[in-house]
T-cell receptor
Framework: EAGVTQFPSHSVIEKGQTVTLRCDPI?????LYWYRRVMGKEIKFLLH????????ESGMPNNRFLAERTGGTYSTLKVQPAELEDSGVYFC????????????FGPGTRLTVL | AQSVTQLDSQVPVFEEAPVELRCNYS??????LFWYVQYPNQGLQLLLK??????LVKGINGFEAEFNKSQTSFHLRKPSVHISDTAEYFC??????????FGTGTRLLVSP
């Protein structure tokens, strides 16, 4: 069984540009989460999808961030326009619709905004 | 709201020595507890989890953790570490299918 995959693994962009990160969850996992780790700080929650619906987007920093999960499969996270403080590692995780919540993480996308 | 405290940002230890990585949490309701590990240049990997039942949880790679409700702790232990255990370890809590709340991480540095 394939794990959670993320693309790209690294992205270097200039301030003001747009970047789109992609996450493919484990097949059959209805729950999909985005997290971010800014250098030197803790991993912080961004948002949670259940299938194609946003269950919780309380962690989204501002309206420059847009997440989608069309069809309830893969998800994209777009940052437009990117700012210097958006640099960090963006993790995606998925879990099954069971009574427990074991989240399986992807390898992350390292975003550097210059 | 939940919070997690990992007091030790870095723990140096010699190979074959025992190690304990501390984790304390704060929550007004029952939570699930997790330890994740991030090896250099890799993603997060689940080490172990406590959902209910026995308070001693065994995970992969010889790690175990003990849930202590009265002390709100979930410390991670290994009786004898290897060089390959060098990594960053994260303690996390969640309620049901809600978000994971992470601690700041502890870097375990194993030297020969």
């Amino acid at each position: 069984e394939a794990g959670v995959t993320q693309f790209p693994s690294h992205s270097v962009i200039e301030k003001g540009q747009t970047v789109t990160l992609r996450c493919d969850p484990i097949s059959g996992h209805d729950n999909l989460y985005w997290y971010r780790r800014v250098m030197g700080k803790e991993i912080k929650f961004l948002l949670h999808f259940v299938k194609e619906s946003k269950q919780d987007e309380s962690g989204m920093p501002n309206n420059r961030f847009l997440a989608e999960r069309t069809g309830g499969t893969y998800s994209t996270l777009k940052v437009q326009p990117a700012e210097l403080e958006d640099s960090g590692v963006y993790f995606c995780a998925s879990s099954q619709a069971q009574h427990t919540n074991t989240q399986y993480f992807g390898p992350g996308t390292r975003l550097t905004v210059l | 709201a939940q919070s997690v405290t990992q007091l030790d940002s870095q723990v140096p230890v010699f190979e074959e020595a025992p190690v304990e990585l501390r984790c304390n949490y704060s929550s007004s309701v029952s939570v699930y507890l997790f330890w994740y590990v991030q090896y250099p240049n890799q993603g997060l990997q689940l080490l172990l989890k406590y959902l209910s039942g026995s308070t001693l949880v065994k995970g992969i790679n010889g790690f175990e953790a003990e849930f202590n409700k009265s002390q709100t702790s979930f410390h991670l232990r290994k009786p004898s570490v290897h060089i390959s255990d060098t990594a960053e370890y994260f303690c996390a809590v969640s309620r049901g299918f809600q978000k994971l709340v992470f601690g700041t991480g502890t870097r375990l540095l194993v030297s020969p």
